[in-house]
């Protein structure tokens, strides 16, 4: 890794202190509402790129931020491109961490373009050492211009490679050990991932240690496509509750690692923001679970 090693995340909270609350995404319908009437919620997750250009929903950021921490979660960076990263993206990117102080800065284990060519989706890596090279030579330079800590996000499968080096917690795994991130554990993706592709979720948790390097989780709905084949595909759409055998896992995952900002994502069918915030209360509830016996104990 260049340069200093990166300052981990600040502690999720408004401004600073321990969050016991679940976070949301901000979306633009909500705003207003979000505005008026200042739910009870931990953190609010930005899409960065929604922000370039200035203009005046930097102040209604300003205004948010008066009482919700914030994080920054950004879908285009494409750190998993082989050519060089997009140094005015990364520049716009910086800006507005330096400007805003997040408590969380994530992105994506994807790639999403290459020279002028962008696509509007998150394609997969294969995992292999060239691939390491690549996405962690692209995470310190990330890291090195926000000049702090980024978390890096699991994504869904919907396809195997062959003649891989690393399965995926090994990969990401080997990218903390290289560069010093840290890890946003999508557990819908995991769950998504496992069947699709015929594999096990928990095995993939175990796989990941004893958690150190997760600083956040994500919860998100997906949607079910029968095939031709009589087999179903999940598909990562954030467009539903989270379902039962998500929220079971991340029952297990809470019971694995220990809590954790947990953040509800609804990005397409958005629903009202009170069906948003029951989301939200239902994660908090999973949370409290399982803190509950921990604090017996410390009694």
């Avoid at 005015?88 to 790639?111: D, I, M, N, T, Y």
């Avoid at 990941?208 to 997906?222: C, K, T, Y």
Wanted: aromatic fraction near 8%; charged fraction near 20%.
């Amino acid at each position: 890794m260049t340069g200093s090693p990166p300052s981990p995340p600040t502690v999720i909270g408004p401004r600073s202190g321990p969050s016991l609350r679940t976070g949301i995404g901000l979306r633009a319908p909500h705003i207003s509402e979000l505005c008026t009437l200042r739910p009870q919620v931990g953190f609010l997750e930005v899409h960065t790129e929604n922000y370039f250009g200035g203009g005046p929903k930097l102040k209604v950021l300003e205004q948010l931020r008066r009482d919700y921490a914030l994080s920054f979660h950004g879908v285009g960076l494409s750190l998993g491109r082989a050519d060089d990263l997009d140094t005015g993206h990364l520049k716009q990117v910086a800006a507005l961490v330096e400007r805003f102080e997040p408590a969380l800065v994530s992105e994506h284990l994807s790639w999403s373009a290459y020279g002028h060519v962008h696509v509007p989706d998150l394609l997969p890596l294969p995992f292999t050492d060239a691939a390491l090279d690549v996405f962690a030579a692209h995470v310190d330079q990330f890291q090195n211009a926000v000049g702090r800590q980024v978390l890096i996000e699991n994504p869904s499968n919907y396809l195997a490679f062959n003649g891989l080096d690393y399965d995926e917690p090994a990969f990401l795994l080997e990218l903390v050990r290289r560069t010093g991130c840290a890890l946003l554990i999508d557990i819908n993706n995991i769950f998504v991932s496992a069947r699709n592709l015929g594999r096990d979720a928990d095995a993939y948790l175990a796989a990941l240690g004893d958690g150190r390097d997760v600083q956040e989780f994500h919860l998100a709905g997906h949607d079910v496509a029968p095939g031709d084949d009589g087999l179903s595909l999940r598909i990562d759409t954030h467009g539903q509750p989270v379902c039962d055998e998500v929220w079971a896992l991340y029952h297990r995952a809470l019971g694995r690692f220990g809590d954790r900002p947990s953040l509800i994502e609804w990005d397409s069918a958005l629903p009202a923001l009170d069906i948003l915030l029951a989301e939200a209360a239902k994660a908090d509830a999973v949370r409290d679970a399982v803190r509950a016996p921990e604090l017996d104990h410390a009694l």
